[in-house]
């Protein structure tokens, strides 16, 4: 039953397709790029400048935290008398003179 269902809903050609497509477009009110007509795009416009807003704002907390993090003064321990402390001669040949 739901096999003949859904093909009931099938398109024969590419014909009906575009038109239920124009059909859709013309029915929502959008153009051909999908953006909204004049009626009701300034609320596209009020709400893509909101999420500009919030993604700029957790960008630059994030960019804050990320700096706080990095540049932030680690706090270093004193030596203990539990500590060692290595002196040793080191020679290094890796590098060859000629």
Request: aromatic residues 6%; proline residues 1%; glycine residues 8%.
């Amino acid at each position: 039953m739901l096999s003949r269902r859904i093909a009931s809903f099938a398109y024969q050609k590419a014909a009906d397709i575009s038109a239920d497509l124009q059909r859709l477009q013309q029915e929502t009110g959008e153009d051909a790029l999908g953006a909204a007509s004049t009626r009701g795009g300034w609320r596209l416009k009020r709400m893509a400048r909101k999420r500009w807003r919030a993604a700029a704002g957790a960008l630059l907390a994030g960019v804050i935290v990320a700096a706080g993090i990095h540049f932030y003064p680690r706090t270093v321990s004193a030596l203990s008398a539990k500590d060692t402390i290595v002196l040793a001669d080191v020679i290094n040949k890796s590098v060859v003179t000629r």
